[in-house]
């Protein structure tokens, strides 16, 4: 028996030593789970166009609408149940509608930015420096993106730090295809080099060929979309208008209808998360923060 436990000691000690032999390879530092909550909605909000506005005082509306429908709708149809289910639907309203608008934004720069990069290209051909190229766009470029770029322009007449300014101007846009734009352009100004043209013009041709084809998936799927909206929405449409009599929800005021709006509630949030995962094109992630 001693000669048993003194081999897989053995056998675990060179198992051992033969493991530490391969390097391993460093995991990436990941970010809290509410910092990363954080900064989605930071660029949300910028991508919205809601510069004042910050994660913090959205979350704080959020809470605020929740406790004002919660009490208005205790107090209309004396049903918790009903008023929690309309409160959180409630609460969560503030992050979609920026988050709507963030996405229509994003779509709708997604057709301006081959002529914003077309407009650097030219200038740069022209001869201009790159920080004259960026800031022309304030005059020159599409209507949408010329606030940036102005105060682009205003921090480097400034400070005249390009790098600094760059960073800035991509926390400005919070946007993946100017954070492509501003990272190349960067790279020009630091390693020099005779490519910037060809490379901005590539840039232009994949950004058109990426708008037209999400522009016609989205044109396809948009039916299917919104067809499962109106399904998810519909039973509590109805809910809603039953709560205008109050009669009508008393039986919701019971420990059974309690659990049958808990049920309700879940199934609408796993379909609803369900149909956005499938019928919804992914957005593309700021890798070059």
Not at 60 to 67: P, R, S, Y
Not at 117 to 130: F, I, K
Not at 160 to 170: A, E, P, V
Not at 204 to 230: I, K, M
Request: net charge positive.
């Amino acid at each position: 028996m001693s000669g048993v436990l003194a081999g897989l000691l053995l056998g675990l000690g060179l198992f051992c030593i033969w493991w530490s032999t391969w390097p391993r390879e460093a995991q990436p530092a990941r970010a809290p789970r509410e910092h990363r909550i954080i900064e989605r909605l930071a660029d949300d909000l910028a991508q919205a166009g809601y510069r004042g506005i910050g994660p913090v005082t959205l979350l704080g509306t959020c809470v605020l609408t929740f406790a004002l429908v919660l009490l208005f709708v205790t107090a209309m149809t004396r049903v918790p149940a009903i008023a929690l289910c309309f409160a959180a639907m409630a609460g969560w309203l503030p992050v979609l509608v920026v988050r709507v608008r963030a996405r229509s934004r994003r779509a709708q720069l997604r057709e301006l930015w081959p002529d914003a990069v077309d407009n650097v290209t030219s200038a740069v051909r022209a001869g201009m420096a790159l920080p004259e190229a960026l800031a022309q766009l304030s005059v020159r470029g599409p209507v949408e993106l010329r606030p940036a770029f102005a105060s682009f322009a205003e921090d480097y007449r400034t400070t005249g730090r390009f790098n600094d300014c760059l960073d800035r101007l991509k926390a400005r846009l919070a946007d993946p295809v100017g954070d492509r734009l501003v990272e190349s352009l960067r790279i020009a100004r630091e390693v020099g080099g005779s490519d910037l043209g060809s490379l901005l013009r590539t840039l232009s041709t994949f950004l058109r060929e990426d708008a037209r084809t999400r522009s016609e998936l989205e044109t396809r799927q948009s039916w299917t979309v919104n067809a499962a909206r109106l399904a998810v929405a519909a039973p509590w449409i109805v809910l809603a208008l039953l709560c205008t009599r109050p009669e009508s929800v008393r039986a919701y005021d019971t420990a059974q209808g309690a659990v049958v709006l808990l049920v309700g509630a879940g199934v609408t949030v796993l379909a609803y998360r369900l149909m956005v995962r499938i019928g919804r094109l992914p957005d593309e992630d700021r890798v070059l923060r």
